[in-house]
């Protein structure tokens, strides 16, 4: 008796199409003509062979379009094989002058023969046919009234019966000519399984097969799986690749009813399943029930991030194929949104999971890199600004280039591009002169040379202080008397008009880590903070030794009135637990040699517990990552944040009353969070993070 099929739950798409096919009996191929032809296939198989293409002799018959027709061909009642029918359509080309080209029958009715012609036509016509892993040939033999030869002019049909296949296999079908007079026609068609065949009780390989319904609640999807006690069956979930095989994300044996449940962050649009009984040759059937999911595709960006390779390479890394197009803007600092530069990329379609080359000399630190799908802007990142440091405050130069030698020189502004010279009142406007000495004296980076124009990359520092050499004379006396009582004070007040200082204390668990705390680190140096972190001072930490720069990067900072940062991650809450259950310092080979997360314990933790931490420590972690409540409670004296959700709080604490505007720093936290995220979901290694991968271990009851 029959095992119930495949119910997809209404909640997640359409059912599955029904296909009503036609049976026939037979094990024999056969073939027939339309009217006014005649045709004959020849026994068996031959070699597929198609050849070079050869100039026509004079007017010959070729294959013009290729359809294809499934049918059932049954040895009983309930013992069929699903069949590919083929329906070759044939029409008259006549002969070409030229030779080595390869020509359409469409149009060509109103050119004449060299020489008219009353004889028949007879063509070989060999249909190829390819579904994994069989391949075969057969060759008809087609012959065409000398009444029916008009040049351009169909003339009728062949239908072959029939190519088998399996349930759900894609087939591949070309047709030629023996020899061949033009390129070779043809279709690729992904064949129905069980799931959409009317008479799949006809289909003895549907009938082993478990029940499978899949059903949304709430934050969970459930995959159940309706079966026998005895039953043994296969399950498997994988990602569907537009470009190379499919990537298995999780695979099982099981047996007998089962219900698996996937969190609604695991769902992708190219996330499939795929189940079969454990039989030899048995029929393997695949759906992928969310792509048209709103939460997958949400998943989906998520999980999508940019990397650079080299210093001109990138690549754009997603677990699924996506439309993306892709394109280069400059990043002003808080100069609004990011501007785009048409001239080195115009937006093009971008290829996932594939190097590509940036048209570009060098790097900058300012230059972006913008993904937008359907016209929405998704994904956004400074790949520079890790390897070069922060934003800078440099003018981007347009030099248009136009016909006949035309040029002309603007200046990139939030406001649009400003014309060099101009008589506005904007900043390059009035700096106009001094930037086109600048370009021609040499003080510019040239970021792009191409046949449109040039960027070019003009630095403005030099000119925030020229625009107040008038003020500085006029409070001349002022400032003496003011930097004569901050040389009177304490250091810290000296160091408060420059930016409060900020040491970063973190443990190296990974690389997509440091890469976190890098984004973090230069996000901060935008509210004018001093930072000192050990992935800035490689140099020095690998001369002094983890120890000793830790010891005098802690003195400068507190000196001057700065915080020491704790960034707790699951690795550093490891090393803390260990100090405290083992109550000793650890031995000078004890860390690594950039470790200095591990060397700073022995002075942080007197710090904590004689509680001299308050004011001078805060901590935070990341969020999904570690919990607050994870950090041990020693360092909870002081404020713990959870980033980017608490980033708002975090950098208030940092800078305490010389915090800018609330408008202004919330929009820096609003940009921040964006530019952290990619860098923390890539921590997480999603999709299949590690407590996803504990949860589906065996025994482990719901696997999530």
């Known amino acids: 008796m029959p095992v119930p099929w495949f119910l997809l739950s209404l909640a997640l798409g359409r059912n599955p199409m029904v296909v009503s096919l036609e049976r026939f009996v037979g094990p024999q191929d056969a073939a027939r003509c339309s009217l006014g032809l005649s045709c004959h296939l020849w026994d068996g198989d031959v070699l597929c062979l198609p050849g070079s293409i050869v100039s026509t002799p004079g007017p010959v018959l070729v294959p013009t379009r290729l359809q294809t027709e499934l049918v059932l061909r049954c040895h009983q009642e309930t013992d069929c094989d699903l069949c590919v029918r083929v329906v070759v359509h044939l029409a008259v080309q006549e002969h070409w002058e ?148 499919p990537k298995p994300w999780w695979h099982r044996n099981l047996t007998g009813p089962q219900t698996i449940t996937l969190n609604h962050t695991d769902l992708l649009p190219c996330l499939c399943i795929q189940v079969w009984p454990l039989e030899p040759d048995s029929v393997r059937t695949s759906f992928c029930p969310f792509k048209e999911d709103p939460r997958a595709h949400r998943n989906l960006w998520r999980a999508t991030r940019l990397r650079l390779l080299s210093p001109l390479t990138w690549r754009l890394d997603a677990p699924c194929w996506l439309p993306a197009e892709v394109a280069l803007c400059w990043w002003t600092p808080g100069g609004g949104p990011c501007q785009p530069l048409a001239p080195p990329l115009p937006q093009e379609n971008v290829t996932v999971n594939k190097a590509n080359e940036f048209p570009l000399l060098k790097g900058h630190p300012n230059i972006c890199v913008q993904v937008s799908s359907w016209k929405k802007l998704q994904l956004q990142e400074c790949l520079w600004a890790d390897s070069l440091g922060p934003l800078k405050d440099d003018m981007l130069l347009v030099d248009t280039r136009g016909p006949q030698d035309n040029r002309s020189l603007c200046a990139l502004e939030p406001s649009g591009c400003t014309p060099l010279p101009s008589r506005d009142s904007t900043r390059a406007a009035r700096l106009g002169e001094q930037l086109i000495k600048d370009l021609q004296s040499g003080q510019c980076l040239q970021l792009w040379d191409g046949d449109l124009g040039a960027l070019w990359a003009c630095p403005m520092d030099k000119y925030i202080h020229k625009r107040w050499v008038l003020a500085w004379l006029a409070f001349l006396l002022v400032t003496a008397a003011l930097i004569l009582f901050l040389f009177l004070k304490k250091d810290p007040v000296k160091v408060a008009a420059r930016g409060r200082a900020a040491l970063l204390l973190y443990s190296a668990d990974e690389v997509g880590f440091e890469r976190l705390v890098g984004a973090l680190a230069s996000a901060l140096s935008q509210l004018s903070l001093r930072v000192a972190v050990d992935l800035w001072s490689r140099r020095e930490l690998s001369s002094q030794g983890p120890l000793a720069w830790f010891h005098a990067q802690r003195r400068q900072t507190l000196q001057e009135g700065g915080v020491v940062v704790l960034l707790f991650s699951p690795g550093a809450v490891a090393l803390c637990r260990e100090w405290l259950q083992d109550g000793a310092a650890a031995a000078p080979g004890a860390y690594g040699p950039h470790d200095a997360f591990a060397a700073s314990l022995s002075c942080v933790l007197p710090d904590f517990s004689q509680g001299r931490a308050p004011g001078r420590y805060v901590g935070a972690c990341f969020d999904r990552l570690l919990h607050v409540d994870a950090v041990p409670d020693l360092f909870r004296t002081v404020p713990v944040f959870s980033l980017p959700s608490q980033l708002l709080d975090f950098a208030g604490a940092l800078q305490g009353p010389s915090a800018p505007h609330p408008r202004r720093l919330e929009e820096w936290a609003e940009q921040v969070s964006q530019a952290m995220q990619p860098a923390l979901d890539s921590c997480l290694q999603f999709p299949g993070a590690p407590e996803l991968r504990r949860g589906m271990e065996p025994g482990a009851g719901n696997w999530i």
């Open 98 to 245: 030229e030779s080595g080209e390869e020509e359409k029958f469409e149009g060509a009715a109103d050119l004449e023969l060299e020489e008219p012609t009353n004889a028949s036509l007879q063509a070989q016509v060999v249909l190829s046919f390819h579904a994994y892993p069989t391949t075969r040939c057969v060759l008809l033999e087609v012959q065409v009234p000398a009444a029916l030869v008009q040049p351009g002019q169909s003339v009728g049909s062949v239908v072959f019966d029939c190519f088998e296949a399996a349930v759900g296999a894609e087939v591949r079908i070309w047709s030629y000519t023996q020899p061949r007079y033009q390129k070779e026609l043809n279709v690729t068609q992904q064949l129905p399984d069980c799931r959409g065949l009317e008479v799949r009780d006809s289909i003895q390989s549907c009938w082993a097969l478990p029940w499978l319904n899949v059903s949304a609640d709430g934050d969970s999807v459930h995959l159940v799986l309706a079966v026998s006690e005895e039953q043994h069956y296969s399950l498997l979930l994988y990602w569907n690749q537009v470009q190379g095989p």
